[in-house]
Antibody
Framework: QITLKESGPTLVKPTQTLTLTCTFT??????????VGWIRQPPGKALEWLAF???????HYSPSLQSRLTITKDASKNQVVLTMANMEPVDTATFYC???????????WGRGTLVTVSS | EIVLTQSPATLSLSPGERATLSCRAS??????LAWYQQKPGQAPRLLIY???NRATGIPARFSGSGSGTDFTLTISSLEPEDFASYYC?????????FGGGTKVEIK
């Protein structure tokens, strides 16, 4: 059974850096073709893909947010970490992590975590 | 970046009716187009992958079609649990992108 779970702060202040952790079971980032990505969704709005990392450490970022994002993995802990710098109120959103294999789609998602940016 | 435009933004229908949702890509994505269903407070669920293949456990009333730049998700006869938001998603090129969504609401 594949599960993913997001964890991190629910409230951050403007200009702070957000750090979110995705902890997963049933998959391993040691295995070829496995990857984990992050997607966010502001309240009442559409999904927006943010970043992705493969088992071999290949990384991809949303061009509009690339300067603020860093994605890393710790395969031994079954975790992927996303940091997003210089948070603003417009970054308030539910953040999801999701599993995706090469040449496939996001098929397993975490339940999401709502992050509010406010002073 | 490939932009996905979904229409309509909202679709008001009654249970038992047919729903037709559209997704148009700003450039060809071949058949690398997926559809997700999302209900309030839940994560998205994969319905259709590679334009026309139903994901595991998805009922046959859901079907997808299209290739290149124009895609359609059809729900042949709406069940009460189908009233939700639907998003298309392309994996043809990085960056990955999602459409703006179509909300299917009860008329």
């Amino acid at each position: 059974q594949i599960t993913l779970k997001e964890s991190g702060p629910t409230l951050v202040k403007p200009t702070q850096t957000l750090t979110l952790t995705c902890t997963f079971t049933g998959i391993s980032l040691i295995n070829r073709a496995v990857g984990v990505g992050w997607i966010r969704q502001p309240p009442g709005k559409a999904l927006e893909w943010l970043a992705f990392i493969y088992w071999d450490d290949e990384k991809h970022y949303s061009p509009s947010l690339q300067s603020r994002l860093t994605i890393t993995k710790d395969a031994s802990k079954n975790q992927v970490v996303l940091t997003m710098a210089n948070m603003e109120p417009v970054d308030t959103a539910t953040f999801y992590c999701a599993h995706r294999r090469s040449n496939a789609n996001f098929d397993y998602w975490g339940r999401g975590t709502l992050v509010t940016v406010s002073s | 970046e490939i932009v996905l435009t979904q229409s309509p933004a909202t679709l008001s229908l009654s249970p038992g009716e047919r729903a037709t949702l559209s997704c148009r890509a700003s450039q060809s994505v071949s058949n690398y187009l997926a559809w997700y269903q999302q209900k309030p407070g839940q994560a998205p669920r994969l319905l259709i992958y590679d334009a026309s293949n139903r994901a595991t456990g998805i009922p046959a009333r859901f079907s997808g079609s299209g290739s290149g730049t124009d895609f359609t998700l059809t729900i042949s006869s709406l069940e009460p649990e189908d009233f939700a938001s639907y998003y298309c998603h392309q994996r043809s090129n990085w960056p990955l992108t999602f459409g703006g969504g179509t909300k299917v609401e009860i008329k």
